[in-house]
């Protein structure tokens, strides 16, 4: 892409966008920003666009015109009318991780799911720094790829995240190692069905060569159908059977082709769900170059993910978890299902299309009480009614003081919205650390 002298629109100005922006600027771009929030409400990012001198349009028809090319960051919608009508006039319209693919240097190991994403991408990382093998992590987790590129180099890992959101637009970014968690119904409220979601995450395997790894959960449906759409050789695991050349566990181990290399009790992280991400690690790690024996060092160090099960503190007997990064249907599952009972959940926020009846059985078993919070919280009561007792508790800081009112020592208070945070919050990570701080307030005895 020829970057210096083009007129270059950047749309989007979260942290990938200005990222994009600052990128194109410094290679000699003419580079405007488009937004469809106001620039006073733009706040970090609004600042920075002023500081540089950047051009801010407010989104609309005529911001996106007499421009070279379009860069779309992964919080604007690919099928955006404006874009659609910017393509038909033969304008070029990428998305951040397309851009930055051409510009990276280091082969790349691409991590994607519905579910567990996060853990597995900073596990992996966490493996190949301890095994002495360069690596930085980003993408959807922590720098955007285009924040990457001056850190990268030709002998470094890139483990990226990588979202629905950044892979429904990539054409030749190519992902040496790529991998897949699973594929359960989520962000139908911009993709409009599964089978869109699903073939955005297929992509990150579409775009693979024949010298390059799949690295597959063999229990899932989608990475099955995945398996057959990548030219890249498969290497797939399972936490439900042994698997020829790849991964698998049973109750008590992990194995790799046979040979046990783990104690799932050296697994420092709560959850079936996360022997699952450690396998998945595991391969992608081996693969690039670690052995077993340290890799299984190196899990039995990992500190685990701020705002996934993530445990806060115990007052007066009750635990108190976030998992603000379940933020759809099946993580909230997951979550459950790493709590023997006595669960005081809390859930809500902005619907992102899904039912929650998934949750009535589990909750009927495990579940104290549901204290919803949020725009979805009538639409949570009415799948949930009869399953579990419901709070209306509308404010995080109100279902706190709800469940820390009623929960006896033994229980468990767990923030594991199902939903979005958009509704209260910034971020699923705004969120987690408001929780935090309302946990931290409290007193025994109060």
């Known amino acids: 892409m020829q970057i210096a002298g083009s007129r270059i629109a950047v749309a989007g100005l979260g942290q990938s966008g200005l990222a994009v922006a600052e990128f194109l600027l410094a290679r000699g771009a003419q580079v405007r920003v488009i937004d469809s929030r106001p620039l006073a409400e733009l706040k970090e990012a609004g600042r920075a666009i002023e500081r540089l001198g950047i051009p801010f349009e407010l989104q609309s028809p005529e911001a996106f015109e007499g ?10 919608p690919a099928d955006l009318e404006e874009l659609e009508a910017a393509r038909r006039r033969g304008v070029p319209v990428l998305g951040e991780v397309e851009l930055a693919s051409e510009f990276l240097a280091g082969p790349i190991i691409g991590i994607t799911g519905a579910n567990g994403k996060t853990t597995t991408t900073a596990l992996t990382g966490h493996i190949l720094r301890e095994v002495g093998i360069p690596a930085q992590v980003g993408g959807n987790i922590g720098a955007p790829v285009t924040g990457m590129i001056a ?35 989520d962000h139908l409220d911009r993709h409009h069905s599964f089978e869109n979601y699903a073939n955005a995450k297929a992509r990150l395997f579409e775009t ?7 690295v597959l959960n063999a229990d899932d449906a989608s990475c099955l159908e995945y398996g057959r759409r990548t030219r890249a050789r498969t290497f797939w695991f399972s936490t439900t ?23 799932i009790a050296g697994i420092p992280l709560r959850g079936r769900h996360n022997v699952e991400n450690t396998l998945a690690a595991a391969g992608a790690a081996h693969l690039a170059g670690a052995s077993l024996e340290a890799i299984a060092a190196a899990v ?3 500190p685990g993910v701020e705002h996934r099960i993530e445990f806060v503190r115990r007052v007066g007997g009750v635990d108190f978890y976030n998992d603000s990064k379940a933020t759809n249907v099946d993580a909230t599952l997951k ?57 209306q508790a509308g404010t995080l800081e109100a279902a706190v003081r709800s ?12 923030l594991a919205p199902a939903c ?27």
């Open 420 to 446: 979005a945070s958009f509704d209260q919050f910034e971020n699923y990570e705004q969120r987690g650390r408001v929780f935090k701080s309302l946990v931290g307030s409290l007193e025994e005895g109060s």
């Open 300 to 302: 039995r160090t990992f």
């Open 67 to 76: 421009v070279d090319a379009i860069v779309i960051s992964p919080g604007v």
């Open 241 to 263: 059977r042994a698997v020829g050349g790849g991964l698998w566990a049973d109750e008590a181990r992990l194995y790799f082709e046979g040979a046990p290399f783990l104690e």
């Open 208 to 214: 693979q060569t024949a010298g390059d790894f799949a």
């Open 335 to 391: 979550s459950i299902a790493a709590f023997p009972g006595g669960v005081w959940i809390i859930l809500g926020g902005k619907h992102k299309g899904s039912p929650y009846t998934a949750l009535r059985e589990p909750l009927a078993g495990k579940g104290r009480a549901a204290l919803l919070i949020g725009a979805a919280a009538s639409l949570i009561a009415a799948d949930l009614a009869g399953a579990v007792r419901l709070i």
């Open 403 to 414: 469940a820390f009112e009623e929960a006896q020592p033994g229980d468990t208070v767990l």
């Open 151 to 185: 850190n990268s180099r030709p002998d470094q890992w890139n483990v990226l995240e990588l979202s629905s959101f950044q892979l429904e637009t990539i054409e030749r970014f190519r992902a040496q190692v790529a991998v897949c968690l699973n594929v359960t119904p």
